[in-house]
């Protein structure tokens, strides 16, 4: 476990470092492809003629699924990197923008039925303006869905956390040979549901869902039990409220 003096502010162009490899990696990869897409896709259901926002896009991949499934979409990220990317992805005319979800977003009020944040929202300290942004561009009825990473993750794998704590935690990974180190954000669920309701959020569902059943099978963890279940992300789905 890093202490939070020992982590260096992360610029929202971090991935730009990266981006190419992040891109290929969540291509075919296990958590992106199979885990966390899918299951934000059932979440969401039928999207056809909903105007749906990707916040923190990334390469575009989730952009594309929910446009193939009729849904008018638009999408940002902080990485110009990743926004060139999800460019050359969806075409010259995509509706896509370099914005950081910390400031206040191009997006006019109620301009969006759904959105999604996901895999974003823990690399951020503060989620109140974040929150505050999404629910702004969301009409009134209108849905969030929230990926992040679990909250029992610091209490297994970081006993000397204080699970009560919002605290920084820098985490190396390998991206198709790319070494990079991403800094998450840990908070409990408590201070989870805390932002969402200051925001104007109502939680409708929080789901902790299986791969898809489409995975193949030499990527999911080994298991005595059933592999296609395990802890590593949770997904909120929530309702902007008056």
Known sequence: MTSESQIAEQQPDHYDAFAEAYARANEHGLFNRWYARPAVL???????????????????????????????????????????????????????????????????????????????????????????????????????????????????????????????NAEDYDFDGVSATLTIWYRSLS???ESFTAAGFRILAISEPPVSPETPPELLPPSETDPSRFIGFIFFTLEAVS
């Open 42 to 168: 059932d979440l969401l259901g039928d999207v056809a003629g909903r105007r749906i926002l990707d916040a923190g896009c990334g390469s575009g991949p989730l952009l594309a699924d929910l446009t193939e499934q009729g849904a008018s979409v638009a999408g940002f990220d902080a990485s110009p990197a990743m926004v060139r990317l999800a460019r050359e992805r969806l075409g010259d005319e995509a509706d896509l923008a370099v914005a950081d979800l910390t400031r206040p977003l191009p997006y006019d009020d109620e301009a969006f039925d759904d959105a999604v944040a996901m895999l974003v929202l823990h690399y951020l300290e503060d989620w109140s303006q974040p929150l505050a942004e999404l629910r702004r561009v969301l009409t009134s009825g209108g849905r969030l869905v929230v990926v992040v990473n679990h909250p029992v993750i610091p209490p297994v794998m970081y006993p000397e956390l204080d699970y009560f704590a919002t605290v920084p």
């Open 191 to 193: 201070a989870m549901s």
